[in-house]
C-alpha cells in the first residue's frame, strides 16, 4: 500500500511569488492535513480538508490556502511569498472519522526556501 | 499556554540501552488520543505509537511503549535496545476528540543520538 506523497520535495522562490504543494494520501484516506515546520515555530497545523470541505483552520495568514479533489488528493497554495515562509510543509491524511485510533500518517514534506 | 512540553531539547545515549523521552500535555478535554513520532534527517514524521486518554493499559509497539500517567498529563517513550537507526528527532502530539478535528499539536521535540 503506498503511503503519502508530496510532490515537489524541494522548491526554491523569489519573495512575491506564489507556490503551489501537492499531496496525494493514502487510498481509502479522505481527510488531509497540512503542516507546517520551522525551526523558530515548529510543527503548526495549517488546515484540514475532508470530503473536498476545509473542515479546520490553524491561524495562518489568508495567503495560505487549499483544496481537495474527489479523488481526495489535496493541493496547497501560498501567495505572495514572503522570506517568512521558507519551511518543511508537511501533509498528513487519514481517514477522517476523527475518534479514536484515527492515525494521521505522513508524507515526505516539500521543503520551500524563498529568497 | 503550551499543551505539549517536551523538556529535553537533546538526549545521547549508548546503543543497546533503553532510553525515555519525556512528553507532558494539557487539556480540559476528556476524550483525547496522544501520538510519538520519529522525524529522522530526511523529514519524514514516522509514526510510532498511540495511546487514547480511555486506555486502560500502556500501549506498544515492538521496541517502543508509551508510559501513560493519566493523573499527571504524562505520556513518555520508552524505547527498548536503542539502535544507531533510533537516531532522530521525536516528536510527543495531541488530538482533542471534537468532532472532525484531526489537528494534531506538537511539542518541540528531542533530539535523540544513538552513540555506538
Known amino acids: 500500500k503506498a503511503g503519502v506523497t508530496q510532490t515537489p520535495r524541494y522548491l526554491i522562490k523569489t519573495r512575491g511569488q506564489q507556490v503551489t504543494l501537492s499531496c496525494s494520501p493514502i487510498?481509502?484516506?479522505?481527510?488531509v492535513s497540512w503542516y507546517q515546520q520551522t525551526p523558530g515555530q515548529g510543527l503548526q497545523f495549517l488546515f484540514e480538508y475532508f470530503s473536498e470541505t476545509q473542515r479546520n483552520k490553524g491561524n495562518f495568514p489568508g495567503r495560505f490556502s487549499g483544496r481537495q479533489f474527489s479523488n481526495s488528493r489535496s493541493e496547497m497554495n501560498v501567495s505572495t511569498l514572503e522570506l517568512g515562509d521558507s519551511a518543511l510543509y508537511l501533509c498528513a491524511s487519514s481517514l477522517g472519522t476523527g475518534g479514536d485510533r484515527n492515525i494521521q500518517y505522513f508524507g515526505a514534506g516539500t521543503r520551500l526556501s524563498v529568497l | 499556554a503550551q499543551k505539549i512540553t517536551q523538556t529535553q531539547p537533546g538526549m545521547f545515549v549508548q546503543e543497546k540501552e533503553a532510553v525515555t523521552l519525556d512528553c507532558t500535555y494539557d487539556t480540559s478535554d476528556p476524550s483525547y488520543g496522544l501520538f510519538w513520532y520519529k522525524q529522522p534527517s530526511s523529514g519524514e514524521m514516522i509514526f510510532l505509537i498511540y495511546q487514547g486518554s480511555y486506555d486502560q493499559q500502556n500501549a506498544t509497539e515492538g521496541r517502543y511503549s508509551l508510559n501513560f500517567q493519566k493523573a499527571r498529563k504524562s505520556a513518555n517513550l520508552v524505547i527498548s535496545a536503542s539502535q544507531l537507526g533510533d537516531s532522530a528527532m521525536y516528536f510527543c502530539a495531541m488530538r482533542e476528540w471534537n468532532f472532525g478535528n484531526e489537528k494534531l499539536t506538537f511539542g518541540t521535540g528531542t533530539r535523540l543520538t544513538i552513540i555506538p
Open positions: 487510498s481509502g484516506h479522505r481527510s
